[in-house]
């Protein structure tokens, strides 16, 4: 058994210093009115100018768009885009599109379509945050790019037939197929050591054993980040046999095991390939959180992800409408509400209005200082991420001040001009991935 290092208990039970005392040269104390003033430009440093332009552009939003920020939510049909809600005179375009099977058509020409309809149609009703598109990309049953792109086989099969180097080319080609199709994030991999415990619910989704989630999982996100494709561990810390859309699923490992099988690997992974975003599990661990479920814990998320296991990128919750929180009392809006004050960043639901949760967060941000402060927080994540995949740009003025500003024109002309040589590299891309795929899995059946 695993040795649980001394940090990471004290992670859980010491809380971070965040202030300081300034003093003069001889250490005596100062008080705050005998410390000198600088102009605020002249001290700042350039990422210190970038924060500032980041909180000015936020500032700009409307109120609306500046909720939608923090939802990843399922979006109507796969031919052409709109928005399905309002907030006052605003439309309603959340932060992430998240793609279903339902949303994925028939061909590459089809899919780019859609995807550039989004942000012709935000750009058209000046929607300035726009949207990152997400799916999940697992590889085997988890595929909603089934017959798109070049055949992607699952976790385990990967990992059982491929080398790690393999498997990362296998990878780098989905990635690239992805990005050209205009997806920027994947929910994948799954990092969930398989155990009798988890088998029959993770299926062949697991790369297997502590060893080999560690490589593999690790090879994936560094194929995904490097080629513009933003990944999400998941399901942090893990799940059971008890399907979270069905049930709550309750681990009851000792707190030695819940390190060594559910945290270390996801420590490893993130130390070693730096994924954007970790999406977290519905489920419940005694020896830990025994009342709450990870993705709406404070000790899960704040303590030991974000503290303990060092991670500084977006945190997903699952999705809130599943039936692990809805028959244990959690509605979406009270889920919501626990989530983003135990840390998680980004909302995930599976319905496609979200205009009833944004309004009680919103109205309970009026009210409550400190929330309000932590769904700032989350909203200015968000916002990275979008610099990060492309969608907003931080561009230098004259000053040496910066400005944030959408990364381009999203017009119907200008999307149109580019999409034939888009489609163009993706077809090329998809027949390098089916030469690898039948390099490697030749005369195999998934």
Known sequence: MRKVPAFFLACLLIPLASCSVQKDGKGKELDSAEIPVE???????????????????????????????????????????????????????????????????????EIVSFIDSIYAWCEKNKIRSLPYVALDQEGGYVNRLRNVTSPLPSAKRIAQSLTPSQGALLYQSQARQMRLLGFTMNLAPV?????????????????????QVELFAAQAVRAYEENGVASVLKHFPGNTNTD??????????????????LIEPFGSVIKSSSPSAVLMSHARVSSLDKNTPACLSRIWVNDILCNALGFDGLVLSDDIFMAALEKNGFSP???????????????????KKFSSVAHFLLDRSKIDSDFAERLRSAQKKVLRYKIRAGLLSTVQNEDGSFTVIPSSSYSEESLEQTRQFRLEEFYKERENGESLYQQFFVGASE
């Open 39 to 109: 102009l605020e430009e002249d001290r700042l440093t350039e990422d210190e100018l970038k924060e500032k332009a980041l909180e000015e552009f936020l500032d700009s939003l409307s109120e609306g768009e500046r909720m939608s920020l923090i939802f990843l939510v399922n979006i109507e049909g796969n031919s052409a885009y709109h928005s399905v809600e309002k907030y006052q005179e605003d439309f309603l375009v959340p932060g992430g599109c998240l793609f279903f099977s339902f949303n994925i058509a028939d061909s590459g020409e």
């Open 244 to 261: 979270p859309h069905t049930g709550l699923p309750e681990i009851s490992l000792s707190y030695e095991k819940v390190y060594g099988q």
């Open 191 to 211: 990092v969930e050591v398989e155990t009798e415990d988890n088998a029959d619910f993770l299926d062949t989704r697991s790369y297997g054993s502590a060893e």
């Open 333 to 351: 809006e009270a889920a919501s509400l626990a989530a983003i004050n135990a840390g998680v960043d980004v909302i995930m639901l599976s319905e």
